[in-house]
């Protein structure tokens, strides 16, 4: 029987790329993606396009309520969103108080009713510095616990955690995948600025690789 997986997927293009790494590994994908109030709302059209286009199973949970207690990031609240690299200290503004451990609960829950064996999420090492709930030491501990929180165990895996976002791109441009497909700014407007720190990475990314990022830009910082 093929294993199944729950890939949260934000629509970004490291959760992109770990969606097709599981199916090209050959597991059976259910997506997960969560409206909590981000200003980036647009991802969430983005994901769910790929999921339509490839009749990957999609679910889209409304978490908005919940922002009352996850308050005071930039991606959530009336806070500019810092400009600049991901290892400066103003990214720290970017956040979102115990969201990882919130979307990994529900999504074990959901692999639990879906049968899958695993919650893959897009952790990695370029998320060390700022993120604490990005760091091993939380995916080895909330994965030890959603092994044990219900009588079907459930691993929590991350496969990016050792690998910095332009290397995360290579395993995508192994696979093909198309990166216009995707939304990694977090401004939710028409074009991506390139100036915050998830624009800056990512086209330090496609820089890497010798290419330009078929996204459209207000500006390439």
Not at 39 to 50: D, G, I, Q, S, T
Not at 78 to 94: C, F, L, N, R, W
Not at 104 to 129: E, I, K, M, N, P
Not at 177 to 184: G, K
């Amino acid at each position: 029987m093929t294993d199944t997986v729950v890939v949260i997927y934000s629509g970004g293009m490291d959760s992109f790329t770990l969606l097709h790494l599981a199916r090209a590994r050959g597991y059976k994908v259910h997506a997960l993606s969560f409206n909590y109030g981000q200003r980036h709302v647009r991802e969430l059209e983005a994901a769910a396009a790929v999921c339509q286009a490839e009749a990957i199973p999609h679910k889209v949970i409304d978490i908005r309520a919940m922002s009352e207690v996850m308050a005071g990031s930039s991606l959530t609240s009336d806070i500019a969103v810092p400009e600049g690299h991901y290892q400066e200290d103003s990214m720290k503004s970017t956040v979102v108080p115990n969201r990882n451990m919130i979307l990994l609960s529900l999504a074990t829950g959901y692999a639990v009713t879906a049968g899958a064996q695993a919650v893959w999420f897009g952790a990695h090492g370029g998320d060390h510095a700022i993120y604490p709930d990005c760091r091993p030491e939380f995916i080895e501990k909330m994965d030890a616990v959603c092994r044990v929180a219900n009588y079907q165990p459930v691993a929590v895996e991350a496969p990016f955690m050792a690998l910095d976002k332009g290397e995360i791109l290579g395993e995508g441009l192994k696979l093909g995948l198309d990166y216009s497909q995707t939304w990694t700014c977090y401004n939710g407007r028409e074009l991506a600025c390139g100036r915050c720190g998830s624009c800056v990475e990512r086209l330090e990314a496609f820089a890497a690789h010798g290419l330009k990022d078929p996204l459209a830009y207000e500006s390439r910082a």
